[in-house]
Each structure stands twice: as structure tokens, then as C-alpha cells.
């Protein structure tokens, strides 16, 4: 089987005014399904760039990117976005929730886009048990919520599509330590399903639970 | 899939509830402007086109006025029109052009009249007809019947009721009746501003009568009116033209097609009802500005979220359409309530301005509110393109990244 996300020979250059950035400098690695990654490394080490290039939100300078074994360079803005609606689940560090939209409406989102017309709401529903949230909350909007809560329902979002892929980017990092646990134990619950999740982050606790760490330093891995 | 943008932009324009009734207030002003303009334009039209009366078949044959006239008064010399006359030379050559159209010759003259006994003096305008033209001219009685003889006279609608005239009541002409008496026959309809003669504020008599009375020859005639009911009014206008004033230099007629009179007007009452239209458009021009202003607001305070949505697998257009539906929903809202209140407009504007509001519940009335409501919801959604489509190519990792 193919690897879910291969990166050969990646660069990424920021062209500014005051001279090149190299973001990413020659990264290649391999993510297979099932596995549960940390990528780490100081600020400006280019991992939140990793990221976007991982999520298709970006496109490498040089170098290829293989999700679920389909070259990323080749592909309309079209076919990116159905790439990341279809395969690719997002959580962010400040949840990035629809404060128009209820809880149902946030997670049921991405599966509307998908399906283009009326929504499966007991998939909804059960996504949202599967991350344990009240279910006296699901009609509440995104706001009247806390932190903890709101990142349950990212997740769920997240999951809503059945992606082969969840990004997280500083899942935690908004979350006080207890919080940020229950969630990285939900997190290691769904690696236990069967989920593909990678983790950027800088904080070593949160690196503790997943079962292998890429370190990125000044654009390169490191180990 | 539209749903959930539909439903995302009626939520924003709800939180924004002040903004977006400002929006659909300019939008409402810009319809209601537009479609009371044209509305009051439209009246303004058919108010004159009610005081025409139908003599879009008629062409009218007069002295020709400018230098080297003709006739009595004006022999070979310029003179005003109303010494002017056409010959019975005249009158035969143009019957014969025309045929088998009418050729009517019409005498005018004023004068004093009373209406019963001791009534006061009135001076008025009096036509002699031949007789059995007179039905094909004055087509519409309002009561009574045709003159059947000589003595017999029909009055305009205005005149009657200015002066209490009814069918029997006798008018006596001249300052002290020197020209004789008539007995009223008939009322002539309202006939309003025409080309031929103006009948409502005058009498209408035999020509036998007329000649009789003021003494005027066959060579007295102040205008001809060919009714034409057989070919074009254009071709006889040209056919008269040719046969009258064959010298260039020194022309008999002048010669008036009511046809292309009336086109005319109509076409200087349609680049009036244009013009105040497109006043009216203006402030639908401003509308759009502020519609603009607002769209441009509205994606840059969501470009967080358009980031979001972005990221998680929203096309372009699905961004785009948002925004569209949410300058579509302030276009409509504002539009329709517009265009039900600028009939309420076109009625206060026709009011002050033109003294009626009979003509606002018209055909053409509707046609301007219409107007005025595809132009308030085009212009919302013009105005909206632009920032959607910007809102639709922001760089999904800036958008996520702004704060």
C-alpha cells in the first residue's frame, strides 16, 4: 500500500524582498496509514510549513508530494480543494470553529460540501459522541462553548469526512494541561481506531503520546 | 450545498441587521427614484397624449406664411398667417392629389356671440364646414345630433359648460345679432389639443351659414384637412408638397403631417421620461457604492473564516456565492418594499407636478417599477462581484493566518 503522505526531495522558498527564505530545504520522509506523528521543532523551523504542504494549502517550490499516492504538483486549485475535503482532516490550535453555525451545522459542514445536498445528521451525531461531547451542547453555537469543547467539535468536524489524514496544529495550545490531555488521550483513541494523525507541536508532553517524532531544524530534519 | 451559504449569509446580514438595513434603505431610495421618475414621465405622456385627440390620421394644409405667402392678405409679401387664406384653386388641386382621401376645407373666423337673452357678450372662435363633411371630421358627439340645416350649430364640450349650453339652446351672433341666431344641435366631445381645429372652447357651422353671415368667398379657406384613410400620411403629405409648391422659391402650402407631429412628441416625451430616469439612477448609483463599501467590509472581516473554510475543502465558487447571495438578499428586501413604495412616489410626485394620478395604475407604470427593481437587484449583485471574487482568491494559508 501506498504511504498516505510522501514527501521527496521538498524546498520551499519564500521570495521577500530582503532575499530568499528557505522554509523547507530537501525534506523527504513518508507517513504510512495508522501511524500517529509528532513533527517538532523551534519557531521558525518550518514546521507549520510542513503543515500546509502536508494539508495542500500550499505548493512546494521543488521537490514532490504524494497524498494517498496522488502528486500534488499535477493538481488544479479544484482538485487540491476536493483533495482536502475528501482526504484531509484540519485541527487548529484556536479551534477555528463558524461562530455563525451551530455545533451540528460546524460539523456537519464539511460533509455538506461533500455531498452536495442534505446532510446524514446521525453521522453528525455520532461523531460528536465519539468525541464526548454533551449532547445538550449541539445546538449551542460554537462561542458559548469552552476551549476543551470547542476542540472536541474540531475533531469531529475534522472526522466528519472519514480523511485518511488528520493534521493537528498545536492541538493543545490553546487548552489548559488538563484539557489538553483529555484531548490527546481522544487523539490516541482515534489512533487506536485505525486514524492517521499528525501532530505539530512544540511542546514535549503532547510529543510524549504519539509514536514517532520528525524534528525539523532551520527547514531539514533533524532526526 | 447552496444551503448552508444561504444560510451563513442571511445569519451575517442578521448580526449586521444596522448595516444591512443602511444598504437596503440606499437600494429602496435608488428603486423608489428611478420608478417614480419614470412613472411621473409616463403620466406626464399619457396626460398629453389624453389631450390629443385622434388625429394621428389627419394632414394639415395651411397658407404658407414665410416669404412670398399667397392668397388675399398676403398677395405676394409675408404678412401673418392670419390673413392668410387658401383659394378654392387651391382646395380643388389638393382634393384631386388626395383622392379618394377627405378633403375638408375649413373657414375660421371669431366673434361676439350671446348665449339666450341677456346674457353677456363672449367672443369665440366658429368653424364653417361644409356640410356633409362635418361627420367626417368631428367623429364624436357628447349629446344631440348633426346640424340639418343651415341654422343649426354644434358646440365644443367646454364651451357648452362654460356657458350652460344645451342641445335647443340658441346663440346669437354678432354684437347687437347682426349675423343671425343658431339653434344648438349637438355637443362635440372633448377633443383636447388638436391639429385640425380646436372645437371645445368654439361653435362649429355650416359653411353655407358661414358664408352667408360674414360674407367670405371660396377663396377664404384658412386650412384644409385631408383625413386619410387610404395610404400613408408621409406619402400625402410628399403628394401635396409636390403638387402645391412646385417652385421651390415661392411656396403655396405649408403642409403638416399630425403622424409624424405626434411621433415627435412622443419621442420628446420619451428622452424626457428617459432623462429623469436616469436622475432617478443615480441614486441608485450611490446605492451600489455603499453596496460595494459593504461587501468589501464583509470579506475583510471574514477572512478568517473564508481561511477556515478554505482549509477544509470549500471551492471558490461556493466562497463566492456567499457573498453574492448576501448582496442578492439586501438587492431583493430592498428592491421589492422599493418598488411597492415608489407607486406611493410616482403618485405624490404626479400630484405636485402634474395635477392627476390618474395614469399611475397603468400598464407602462408597471413596466418602470419593474425597472427600477431589476435594476436595484442587478446593481446589488454587480457591486458584490468584485469583492466576492476576492474573497473567493485569498490565499488559504494568509486567510488563515489573519487576525
Not at chain 1, 514535549?204 to 530534519?221: F, K, L
Not at chain 2, 446580514?13 to 409616463?42: D, F, K, P, Q, W
Request: hydrophobic residues 40%; negative net charge; proline residues 3%.
Amino acid at each position: 500500500m501506498a504511504p498516505v503522505i510522501q514527501f521527496k526531495d521538498v524546498v520551499k522558498i519564500y521570495p521577500l524582498k530582503s532575499g530568499d527564505v528557505t522554509a523547507l530545504d530537501h525534506i523527504s520522509f513518508e507517513v504510512d496509514h495508522g501511524e500517529f506523528i509528532s513533527i517538532m521543532g523551534p519557531s521558525g523551523s518550518g514546521k507549520s510549513t510542513l503543515l500546509t504542504m502536508m494539508g495542500c494549502l500550499d505548493t512546494p517550490t521543488n521537490g514532490d508530494i504524494f497524498i494517498s499516492g496522488l502528486r500534488t504538483r499535477d493538481m488544479s486549485d479544484t482538485e487540491l480543494t476536493n483533495l482536502r475535503r475528501d482526504r484531509i482532516g484540519f485541527i487548529f490550535q484556536y479551534f477555528n470553529l463558524f461562530p455563525l453555525l451551530n455545533i451540528i451545522e460546524n460539523v456537519s459542514f464539511p460533509q455538506m460540501l461533500k455531498s452536495q445536498k442534505q446532510v446524514d445528521e446521525k453521522k453528525t451525531i455520532e461523531k460528536l459522541r465519539a468525541v464526548q461531547l454533551d449532547e445538550r451542547l449541539y445546538t449551542h453555537t460554537p462561542l458559548e462553548l469552552s476551549g476543551g469543547q470547542q476542540q472536541r467539535v474540531a475533531i469531529a468536524r475534522a472526522l466528519i469526512n472519514e480523511p485518511d489524514i488528520l493534521l493537528c496544529d498545536e492541538p493543545t495550545g490553546n487548552l489548559d494541561s488538563k484539557t489538553g490531555a483529555s484531548i490527546m488521550d481522544l487523539m490516541t483513541d482515534l489512533h487506536k481506531n485505525g486514524s492517521t494523525i499528525i501532530v505539530v507541536t512544540h511542546d514535549p508532553h503532547v510529543a510524549e503520546y504519539t509514536e514517532r517524532t520528525i524534528r525539523i531544524v532551520d527547514g531539514r530534519i533533524a532526526s | 450545498m447552496s444551503g448552508i451559504f444561504w444560510e451563513i449569509s442571511k445569519r451575517n446580514i442578521r448580526i449586521h441587521m444596522l448595516r444591512s438595513t443602511l444598504a437596503m434603505l440606499g437600494i429602496l431610495i435608488g428603486v423608489v427614484a428611478i420608478a417614480s421618475m419614470g412613472i411621473l414621465g409616463n403620466s406626464m405622456s399619457l396626460s398629453i397624449s389624453s389631450s390629443l385627440s385622434s388625429v394621428g390620421d389627419s394632414v394639415i394644409v395651411t397658407p404658407y406664411s414665410g416669404s412670398g405667402g399667397m392668397g388675399p392678405g398676403g398677395g405676394g409679401g409675408g404678412g401673418s398667417s392670419s390673413d392668410l387664406y387658401l383659394t378654392d384653386q387651391n382646395y380643388q388641386k389638393i382634393k384631386r392629389a388626395v383622392a379618394p382621401n377627405v378633403a375638408i376645407p375649413v373657414m375660421q373666423k371669431s366673434a361676439h356671440m350671446k348665449v339666450g337673452v341677456g346674457s353677456d357678450d363672449i367672443v369665440a372662435s366658429m368653424y364653417g364646414l361644409p356640410q356633409d363633411d362635418i361627420k367626417d371630421l368631428l367623429k364624436d358627439l357628447e349629446a344631440g345630433d348633426y346640424p340639418s340645416g343651415n341654422s343649426a350649430c354644434l358646440v365644443g364640450s367646454t364651451f357648452a359648460k362654460d356657458h350652460n349650453v344645451k342641445v335647443g339652446s340658441r346663440i346669437t351672433i354678432g354684437k347687437d345679432g347682426e349675423y343671425g341666431t343658431l339653434r344648438v344641435s349637438g355637443i362635440i366631445k372633448e377633443r383636447g389639443m388638436s391639429f385640425d381645429i380646436s372645437t371645445d372652447s368654439a361653435l362649429v357651422v355650416t359653411r353655407d351659414w358661414f358664408e352667408n353671415a360674414f360674407g367670405t368667398t371660396d377663396d377664404e379657406l384658412n386650412e384644409v384637412v385631408v383625413k386619410v384613410s387610404d395610404g400613408d400620411t408621409a406619402d400625402v403629405k410628399t403628394t401635396i408638397e409636390k403638387q402645391l409648391n412646385r417652385n421651390t422659391k415661392d411656396k403655396t402650402v405649408s403642409v403638416t403631417d399630425s403622424k409624424a407631429t405626434l411621433s415627435s412628441i412622443y419621442a420628446t416625451f420619451g428622452t424626457v421620461t428617459t432623462f429623469v430616469t436616469a436622475i432617478g439612477g443615480i441614486s441608485m448609483l450611490v446605492a451600489g457604492v455603499s453596496i460595494f463599501n459593504i461587501m468589501m467590509m464583509s470579506v475583510n472581516e471574514r477572512i478568517k473564516e473564508i481561511g477556515i473554510m478554505r482549509s477544509i475543502g470549500t471551492q471558490k465558487k461556493e466562497v463566492m456565492s456567499m457573498f453574492i447571495y448576501e448582496a442578492a438578499i439586501i438587492g431583493v428586501t430592498g428592491s421589492l418594499i422599493g418598488g411597492l413604495l415608489s407607486f406611493g412616489g410616482g403618485y405624490l410626485v404626479s400630484a405636485m407636478m402634474l395635477g392627476t394620478t390618474e395614469y399611475i395604475f397603468t400598464l407602462a407604470s408597471l413596466y418602470y417599477v419593474v425597472e427600477g427593481v431589476s435594476f436595484g437587484i442587478l446593481i446589488c449583485i454587480v457591486c458584490a462581484v468584485y469583492p466576492a471574487w476576492q474573497a473567493a482568491n485569498l490565499s488559504p494559508i494568509d486567510a488563515l493566518r489573519h487576525e
